[in-house]
């Protein structure tokens, strides 16, 4: 039977496992919102900032100075895709943007072998400090990613619904060509959300690679909880995915406490379960054709 | 015309549709802070050479020009841009939006000379007190429900705000695609009655199914019939030409109130 001292920080481990996953998610969510694609290059600057991070980290002794070089890192990596990929593909049907994002994907894994080698490598944790919450102790580093996924969420609301840019946005996930109707140019619009979307996925691979240890498939190894959870919150919306990164994060956490295979079971099992519900995820709006 | 400059004009347009020639060798000149009107019955191609007009269609032949410059080959975006700003038959507000939001989308865009942390960095408040803003809110009306979601508007009031958007921008010229279609009587005056304001001061193109609607508002109609324009002139004189006589009970059967025969 389940040991009830170790649920505190069963909890807190599904939050910061939510954490990560909502800022590996949340560009993925942004892009098919606004553009229609599915961008699993996403996986690939996830990537990318765990092995910025390490790299940084080695070098200077400083993770939190390589989680920012990885996330400028991503976030050009992320406009980069975008101008030379996506642009050509924006007209075409949504499952061609998913079949070449994959393959940006597999190619930029071969590109981190190339450079980093198939062996996973150990980052420190930057911060070993302890705190006891209810006579457990819990790591202070796991409720930092907690934090930051919140302080992330809170900047993205505040972007979208307090600045004109983020309010074209908004108006672009309903009509695009209405955007472009009032004249606004919405392929910058796009680039600017690729570069979100790449920054914060890279923002998520630096912070979670402490807690794993970076390797060349860690993007790959996220990809099916990052589609799970883009399904369960609804397509687009961003308080969705946050719900369901925290949802997926709490099955894989405590599920692992009652029953160790569950924790890789269980999230589908709930995927299944809200889609019988509701087809369209626990906040989407029906899925809109543009 | 009467030397007004020109603003839009159109050469020898046509557009095909497969078999279908939905504008067929169009030649059009639009002046000026002129307010003229398209009409047409559905399928004489008013929508199509609006589309035209406005870069959502490419012509076949023909080109279009804008105060002088080609720009039959331009993004709508573009066209935008040089002034040219159109409204949709379906409305083209957005939804999960404020009234207020909408409109800071349209003002803002059209003062793009704003900096980027200005854009970033602007706040509710001052989006709200931005006078073209708040002075547009009373122009059509809006002030009562600026803080509501366009998803919970009347179409009348949609509509509104959509045209408010249009002017917002601050264009040349303003083209209407069917601003009164689906609208009680009353919103129909409140609309009239906004742009009549701008009469004189703007050139606006309206494109109408009804023309009863229009009639006293404009100062020149144009009849399109199976893609060709058949008359062009005053609403009179458009009405009393023998081949929109021909034809006109097909575009509105209010006909008889213009005084004019319907066979």
Same mark, same amino acid.
């Given at each position: 039977?389940?040991?009830?001292?170790?649920?505190?920080?069963?909890?807190?481990?599904?939050?910061?496992?939510? +954490?990560?996953?909502?800022?590996?998610?949340?560009?993925?969510?942004?892009?098919?919102?606004?553009?229609?694609?599915?961008?699993?290059?996403?996986?690939?600057?996830?990537?990318?900032?765990?092995?910025?991070?390490?790299?940084?980290?080695?070098?200077?002794?400083?993770?939190?100075?390589?989680?920012?070089?990885?996330?400028?890192?991503?976030?050009?990596?992320?406009?980069?895709? @975008?101008?030379?990929?996506?642009?050509? /593909?924006?007209?075409?049907? /949504?499952?061609?943007?998913?079949?070449?994002?994959?393959?940006?994907?597999?190619?930029?894994?071969?590109?981190?072998?190339?450079?980093?080698?198939?062996?996973?490598?150990?980052?420190?944790?930057?911060?070993?400090?302890?705190?006891?919450?209810?006579?457990?102790?819990?790591?202070?580093?796991?409720?930092?990613?907690?934090?930051?996924?919140? +302080?992330?969420?809170?900047?993205?609301?505040?972007?979208?619904?307090?600045?004109?840019?983020? *309010?074209?946005?908004?108006?672009?996930?309903?009509?695009? @060509?209405?955007?472009?109707?009032?004249?606004?140019?919405?392929?910058?619009?796009?680039?600017?959300?690729?570069?979100?979307?790449?920054?914060?996925?890279?923002?998520?691979?630096? =912070?979670?690679?402490?807690?794993?240890?970076?390797?060349?498939?860690?993007?790959? @190894?996220?990809?099916?909880?990052?589609?799970?959870?883009?399904?369960?919150?609804?397509?687009?919306?961003?308080?969705?995915?946050?719900?369901?990164?925290? =949802?997926?994060?709490?099955?894989?956490?405590?599920?692992?406490?009652?029953?160790?295979? =569950?924790?890789?079971?269980?999230?589908?099992?709930?995927?299944?379960?809200?889609?019988?519900? *509701?087809?369209? +995820?626990?906040?989407?709006?029906?899925?809109?054709?543009? | 015309?009467?030397?007004?400059?020109?603003?839009?004009?159109?050469?020898?347009?046509?557009?095909? &549709?497969?078999?279908?020639?939905?504008?067929?060798?169009?030649?059009?000149?639009?002046?000026?802070?002129?307010?003229?009107?398209?009409? %047409?019955?559905?399928?004489?191609?008013?929508?199509?050479?609006?589309? !035209?007009?406005?870069?959502?269609?490419?012509?076949?032949?023909?080109?279009?020009?804008?105060? %002088?410059?080609?720009?039959?080959?331009?993004?709508? $975006?573009?066209?935008?841009?040089?002034?040219?700003?159109?409204? &949709?038959? !379906?409305?083209?507000?957005?939804?999960?939006?404020?009234?207020?939001?909408?409109? %800071?989308?349209?003002?803002?865009?059209?003062?793009?000379?704003?900096?980027?942390?200005?854009?970033? &960095?602007?706040?509710?408040?001052? $989006?709200?007190?931005?006078?073209?803003?708040?002075?547009?809110?009373?122009?059509?009306?809006?002030?009562?429900?600026?803080?509501?979601?366009?998803?919970?508007?009347?179409?009348?009031?949609?509509?509104?705000?959509?045209?408010?958007?249009?002017?917002?921008?601050?264009?040349?010229? !303003? !083209? #209407?695609?069917?601003?009164?279609?689906?609208?009680?009587?009353?919103?129909?005056?409140?609309?009239?009655?906004? #742009?009549?304001?701008?009469? %004189?001061?703007?050139?606006?193109?309206?494109?109408?199914?009804?023309?009863?609607?229009?009639?006293?508002?404009?100062?020149?109609?144009?009849?399109?019939?199976?893609?060709?324009?058949?008359?062009?002139?005053?609403?009179?004189?458009?009405?009393?030409?023998?081949?929109?006589?021909?034809?006109?009970?097909?575009?509105?059967?209010?006909?008889?109130?213009?005084?004019?025969?319907?066979?």
């Amino acid at each position: 039977m389940i040991d009830l001292s170790l649920l505190p920080s069963g909890i807190i481990f599904g939050l910061s496992l939510g +954490g990560i996953f909502f800022l590996t998610t949340v560009g993925l969510s942004l892009c098919f919102g606004l553009m229609r694609v599915i961008s699993l290059d996403q996986m690939l600057y996830y990537a990318l900032g765990g092995y910025m991070t390490y790299t940084i980290s080695v070098l200077t002794g400083n993770l939190w100075f390589g989680l920012v070089v990885g996330v400028v890192v991503g976030a050009v990596a992320g406009l980069a895709v @975008e101008r030379v990929v996506f642009l050509r /593909i924006y007209a075409r049907d /949504i499952t061609f943007s998913m079949i070449t994002s994959f393959g940006v994907l597999i190619g930029g894994v071969g590109v981190i072998k190339y450079f980093w080698g198939l062996v996973p490598r150990p980052v420190t944790e930057p911060i070993t400090v302890q705190v006891n919450l209810l006579g457990t102790y819990i790591p202070v580093y796991r409720l930092i990613i907690i934090a930051i996924a919140l +302080g992330v969420y809170g900047g993205i609301w505040l972007f979208l619904n307090r600045t004109i840019v983020g *309010k074209a946005i908004r108006a672009g996930i309903e009509n695009v @060509e209405h955007v472009e109707g009032l004249g606004i140019n919405v392929y910058r619009l796009f680039s600017i959300t690729f570069m979100i979307a790449g920054g914060l996925s890279a923002l998520a691979g630096g =912070l979670n690679a402490p807690l794993i240890m970076v390797d060349p498939q860690m993007g790959l @190894e996220v990809m099916a909880f990052a589609f799970m959870i883009v399904i369960i919150g609804g397509l687009g919306s961003i308080k969705g995915t946050l719900v369901s990164s925290f =949802l997926v994060g709490q099955v894989v956490s405590l599920g692992s406490l009652f029953y160790a295979p =569950l924790a890789q079971m269980a999230p589908f099992a709930i995927m299944v379960l809200i889609l019988l519900l *509701k087809p369209t +995820g626990l906040y989407g709006s029906p899925l809109l054709k543009r | 015309m009467d030397g007004r400059a020109e603003t839009i004009r159109a050469d020898k347009v046509t557009k095909r &549709f497969g078999g279908l020639t939905a504008v067929d060798q169009v030649s059009y000149v639009l002046h000026e802070n002129e307010v003229a009107g398209i009409i %047409g019955s559905n399928g004489a191609g008013k929508t199509t050479f609006f589309n !035209l007009l406005t870069g959502y269609y490419l012509p076949d032949e023909g080109t279009i020009s804008y105060c %002088g410059e080609d720009v039959t080959r331009m993004t709508p $975006q573009q066209r935008v841009a040089r002034g040219m700003m159109r409204t &949709f038959q !379906l409305t083209s507000t957005f939804d999960n939006l404020s009234v207020v939001d909408n409109l %800071g989308l349209a003002y803002f865009r059209a003062h793009k000379k704003s900096g980027l942390m200005q854009l970033l &960095f602007n706040t509710r408040k001052s $989006q709200r007190n931005e006078p073209k803003i708040v002075q547009t809110m009373d122009t059509f009306d809006l002030q009562d429900v600026r803080d509501r979601e366009v998803k919970n508007l009347s179409l009348g009031e949609k509509r509104r705000l959509e045209i408010a958007m249009a002017i917002l921008v601050d264009p040349k010229v !303003l !083209l #209407l695609d069917e601003p009164l279609a689906g609208l009680a009587e009353s919103e129909i005056q409140s609309i009239l009655g906004v #742009l009549r304001k701008h009469v %004189g001061h703007q050139t606006i193109l309206i494109v109408e199914h009804k023309l009863s609607h229009v009639q006293d508002f404009l100062q020149r109609l144009t009849v399109m019939h199976e893609g060709r324009i058949i008359a062009d002139g005053t609403a009179e004189e458009a009405l009393r030409h023998p081949e929109v006589r021909r034809s006109y009970w097909q575009i509105d059967v209010t006909a008889e109130s213009a005084g004019v025969a319907t066979p």
